[in-house]
């Protein structure tokens, strides 16, 4: 098998007794071997993630089957528990935001609420000081016609129509 990779090239065979892994880097041009009685690689080969990787490729291609099998049941466990996590990961981030939007929702409507009060008071306002106001001129129009002035003055003076000044 022959990878191409970027900082180096790779090759290697591999059989069940023995591994022979060549690499030619482009910096050192060196030839290392290891075979069945190395028990780890050099770390000039370790450091370069694509020859690591290669190593591991090859590492796993040397097992017997029985060790295949473990090493293979090992991710399996590692892919369910990162799928379990996930799975769990996402509940959660479920979980929270329908919780947030409860929360904005409830504080939302204590701010309506507290909104409407305050425009509730102050449309009170409003309209008391106008009713007010409509008393007062309606007062100082009854003082006026009961003085004998015009109704067509008292009108002009106050803002109320002729109409309802000759009504009382």
Known sequence: CRLNVPVSWLFYR??????EIQVLTR????????????????????DDPAINKALRIVETSAYSDDQLMVY????????????????????GL??????????????????????????????????????GKKGEQVAIARKMKAQGIPT??????TGITEKEIESW
């Open 152 to 157: 067509s003055m008292i009108a002009q003076c």
């Open 14 to 19: 591999s059989q069940r007794q023995s591994v």
């Open 27 to 46: 910096t050192h041009q060196s030839l290392v071997e290891i075979d069945e009685r190395t028990r780890k690689a050099p770390q000039e080969l370790l």
């Open 94 to 131: 479920k979980s929270g935001m329908e919780k947030g939007i409860a929360q904005g929702i409830q504080q939302g409507i204590q701010q309506g609420i507290q909104q409407g009060i305050q425009q509730g008071i102050q449309q009170g306002i409003q309209q008391g000081l106008e009713e």
């Open 72 to 91: 293979e049941h090992f991710w399996d466990m590692i892919s369910v528990e990162r799928t379990l996590l996930y799975s769990a990961e996402q509940k």
